[in-house]
């Protein structure tokens, strides 16, 4: 097996920690790239289910190094309860290794996101107020602090020192929040940085060397393409790069390492927090409250409910354009089983004009209305199919549509939760 780079296609919560978790034992090294404590994987152990926000979910793998690349940025308190987590479930971590590079999110990053989205009321983003664009806000001016800064005493003071001289105004004076001092901030920090300062390397030198060994990486895409800040809904994204490119730039190894970029698409859609979804379902409406309440679609996060809606086919296609995909997973398939008929949007109308792949101009999105075919549902239970011959023929239909509209060869099908509920049609 090959190094992978693994993205979400759609708006997040496809079932990417499912199927990381489902061809992980297959790489030597799983690592994160971008993004923070947003994420949520949910994983299981011992026949426990648990999320995991800041730790790849390849950490559930004897003998797979869990990797933090440089792209992520890093809330030390979460990493330190998921170690708790982790010890509880008798989960060993001894292998994770974060990078020195990565930034840190400071409590007033947290304060600034909940600021923030106060101000901006109606117009919220729906963000999951974890700091993560006050943090890479400071990472693009230069006034972050960095997981190798918290290593040395000195400069941490001297870096925190210079934050606060800019967030402490913004924090009193704008948002009328009580400010930090930088005793106050090492109080809790530098203890974090002696629990941590075990597992800090230079991520990218380390990356490299596996691959020289002949090892593969699996590059764990969080969050998706639709909330990429350059190829998602601006400005209701997140503020990273979550698709293909950012597993480049997040770890350091070159694109000529990678092998396959597989792509996570659910059999339906969802989307939490704001922005806009054509094929959004209505509030109350029927079909869309079954979709919720059949795939359980409620944030692992933030536990919000989920926006649901119909496949898109368009960005889906989008989705394998900007990412490069070679194969696409589609998850939830069994879920569509309480069905009659299935709706696929494959184009959408913006006043008269068909467009078959995502408008770049934001107002034409927000007005692209869905065009839709609609087919036969299987109106039965798939969770136990293992195998893409045994699936009903309607079933099979969907699968060879969702391929057609979006170019890429549908490699791995889910069909229920659990590792085994899947069908392996193209993958190794
Ligand atoms: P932030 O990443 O917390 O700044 O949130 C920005 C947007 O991305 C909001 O709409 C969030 O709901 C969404 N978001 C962030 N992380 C995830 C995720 O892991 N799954 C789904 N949506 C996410």
């Not at 690349?69 to 708790?84: K, M």
């Amino acid at each position: 097996m090959a190094s992978t780079i693994l993205v979400g296609t759609q708006w997040g919560d496809e079932g990417k920690g499912k199927v990381t978790d489902l061809i992980s034992g297959e790489y030597d090294v799983v690592c994160r790239c971008q993004g923070g404590a947003n994420a949520g994987h949910t994983v299981m152990a011992n026949g426990h289910k648990f999320g995991l926000h800041q730790i790849p979910s390849g950490v559930m793998y004897d003998g797979v190094v869990p990797v933090i690349g440089n792209g992520c940025i890093v809330d030390p308190s979460v990493v330190l309860e998921e170690f708790a987590t982790l010890d509880a479930q008798g989960v060993s971590y001894d292998n994770l290794k974060i990078s020195g590079n990565a930034h840190i999110v400071m409590p007033y990053h947290k304060d600034l996101d909940g600021a923030n989205e106060r101000r901006l009321g109606k117009n919220l983003i729906g963000t999951t107020r974890r700091g993560v664009g006050p943090c890479y806000s400071d990472k693009a001016a230069r006034i972050g602090l960095r997981m190798q800064d918290m290593l040395d005493e000195k400069i941490f003071r001297q870096k925190l020192e210079c934050a606060l001289l800019e967030k402490n105004p913004i924090l009193e004076k704008i948002y009328e929040l009580p400010g930090y001092t930088v005793d106050q901030i090492c109080e809790t920090y530098l203890p974090y940085a002696e629990r941590l300062r075990p597992y800090i390397i230079e991520s990218s030198r380390f990356l490299n060397e596996c691959i020289d060994e002949g090892k593969n990486i699996l590059f764990e895409g969080s969050q998706a393409t639709m909330l990429d800040i350059d190829f998602g809904t601006y400005p209701f994204v997140t503020s990273s790069n979550c698709t293909a490119g950012g597993a480049i730039t997040g770890s350091g190894v070159g694109p000529k390492h990678v092998d396959r970029v597989l792509g996570i698409a659910k059999a339906y859609l969802t989307r939490v927090g704001s922005g806009p979804f054509p094929t959004e379902l209505p509030q109350g409406d029927e079909i869309g409250e079954l979709l919720c309440e059949t795939g359980h679609e409620y944030g692992v996060t933030t536990g919000r409910k989920r926006r649901c809606g119909w496949y898109d086919a368009v960005i889906v296609n989008y989705a394998a354009r900007v990412n490069g995909l070679t194969d696409l997973a589609v998850t939830k398939l069994d879920v569509l089983g309480c069905l009659d008929t299935i709706k696929v949007c494959i184009a959408y109308d913006v006043d008269g004009v068909r467009y078959t792949t995502v408008p770049e101009h934001q107002s034409l999105f927000y007005d692209a209305k869905p065009v839709y075919i609609e087919l036969p549902g299987w109106k039965c239970d798939i969770s136990n199919v293992r195998s893409y011959t045994e699936l009903p023929r309607e079933a099979k239909d969907y699968i060879d549509l969702i391929e057609r509209l979006s170019g890429v060869r549908v490699s791995i099908i889910a069909v229920g939760p659990d590792r085994e509920q899947t069908i392996n049609r193209h993958w190794n």
